[in-house]
C-alpha cells in the first residue's frame, strides 16, 4: 500500500494530541476485554486526537445488542474477538465499506472479501502437549489423526467454546458435513476431557492431565515459565486443516455519522506501531505485512496455514446444530 495513501487516511494520526485536530468522539463497541486492548485504545486516541468511548462486553453481546438496535445504535465501530461475528453483521448489511487503502494494508487472506471489515490481529490454532510425554516425532503430522483410537484419554478440547465452534465451521468447509461429523464422532469416541475455554487446556497439559489441548496458541505464552512442560504443535501437512488462523477484527456501523472518524481509528490500529504493540504485548500475530511477531512466538513462514477463506468461519449455526446433534453443547 502506498504510504502516501495511509497518511492521507491517518490525517496526521502520528501529530502530538496538542497540535492534532479534535475530532467528534466514536462510541466503540469492543467485544475484546479491556485488559487486552484498553492500553492499546488509549494510545489509540492521543495518536488520532479522536475521543474513543468504549462500551466493553464479550463479543456475541456486542453483536446482539448492534442488531437489535440496528439504524438506532449509538455505535460508530466495533471490535471483535473473531471474524464470524463481524461476517454476521456484514451478511445483515450493518458494516460499511472500508476504504481500499485500509484494507490493503492487511494481509489478503486477514480481510473480509466483501471489504467491510478488517482482521486486526491474528491467533493460530495449534495442539498444545506435555514435553515430557510427547516429542515432534510422536505428535499428529495432521488435525485428521486425533480421530485415531490411539489419543483415547489423552486429549482435552472445548465444544462450547467459539474459537473451537469457528473452527468446526472452518473443517465443514475444507471436508465437507459427513467427513467432519464423522472426525468428531470419531475424536468423541477418543473420550477427550471437556474443558470451558483454552486456557484450562495448556495448564493440564503442563500438569500431565491431558497430553494433548486443542487451542488457540497465545494462552502457551501468556503462561510460559523455564519450567513449563507444554509446548505449542502447527502440522507439517501443507494446508492442513488444522493450521487455522482466527482473526479479532473491527467493522465501521453502516450509517454512523462519524464513520471517518471511526476509520482512521482502525487505520490505527493496523499501524506499524500498533501491530507491533499486540504482537510483543499480547503474543497475537499481526496482520499487518512486515511486522515481526514476538521472539517466541513461530513467524507464519515456518507454516503452512490452512486456505480457509475467513467468511466460511460466519457459518456457524449449522456447526452448533451438528454439535448438540453429537451431544457436545
Known amino acids: 500500500m502506498s504510504l502516501i495513501l495511509l497518511t492521507l487516511l491517518l490525517g496526521g494520526c502520528n501529530s502530538p494530541p496538542q497540535e492534532a485536530e479534535k475530532a467528534e468522539p466514536v462510541v466503540l ?6 485488559s487486552l486492548v484498553g492500553e492499546l485504545l488509549a494510545e489509540a486516541e492521543q495518536a488520532t486526537g479522536i475521543d474513543i468511548e468504549v462500551q466493553y462486553g464479550d463479543t456475541a453481546e456486542m453483536v446482539t445488542r448492534l442488531l437489535a438496535e440496528g439504524a438506532e445504535s449509538p455505535a460508530d465501530l466495533i471490535l471483535a474477538q ?42 493460530l490454532r495449534v495442539l498444545v502437549y506435555n514435553t515430557q510425554a510427547l516429542s515432534p516425532e510422536t505428535l499428529p503430522t495432521s488435525l485428521s489423526e486425533l480421530a485415531d483410537p490411539k489419543w483415547k484419554g489423552k486429549l482435552g478440547w472445548a465444544p462450547t467454546n467459539s474459537s473451537f465452534q469457528a473452527h468446526v465451521s472452518a473443517l465443514r468447509s475444507t471436508w465437507g458435513e459427513t467427513e467432519t461429523r464423522q472426525w468428531l464422532e470419531a475424536v468423541r469416541s477418543n473420550e477427550p476431557l ?44 501443507e494446508n492442513d486443516a488444522g493450521n487455522l488462523m482466527m482473526l479479532a477484527g473491527a467493522g465501521v456501523r453502516n450509517g454512523s455519522p462519524r464513520a471517518e472518524s471511526a476509520q482512521r481509528v482502525i487505520a490505527w490500529l493496523l499501524s506499524e506501531e500498533a501491530q507491533q504493540a499486540l504482537a510483543t504485548e499480547g503474543y497475537e500475530y499481526p496482520t499487518r505485512p512486515g511486522v515481526p511477531t514476538h521472539p517466541d512466538v513461530p513467524p507464519l513462514s515456518e507454516i503452512s496455514l490452512s486456505d480457509v477463506s475467513q467468511d466460511v ?13 453429537l451431544g457436545l453443547l
Not at 449455526?317 to 446433534?325: G, S, V
Open 29 to 34: 463497541y469492543s467485544g475484546r476485554g479491556e
Open 82 to 123: 473473531d471474524s464470524g461475528h463481524l461476517g454476521a453483521l456484514s451478511a445483515r448489511d450493518l458494516l460499511s465499506p472500508l476504504p481500499i487503502e485500509i484494507l490493503e494494508s492487511v494481509s489478503k487472506h486477514f480481510r473480509d472479501p466483501a471489504g467491510n471489515w478488517v482482521g486486526t490481529s491474528g491467533r
Open 194 to 237: 471437556r474443558y470451558p475455554k483454552n486456557s484450562p487446556q495448556v495448564q493440564a497439559a503442563n500438569d500431565g492431565a491431558i497430553e494433548i489441548g486443542w487451542v488457540n496458541h497465545y494462552y502457551l505464552h501468556q503462561k510460559l515459565t523455564p519450567e513449563f512442560q507444554a509446548a505449542n504443535w502447527s502440522f507439517p501437512q
Open 313 to 325: 468461519l460466519t457459518d456457524m449455526a449449522p456447526t452448533r446444530t451438528l454439535l448438540r446433534d
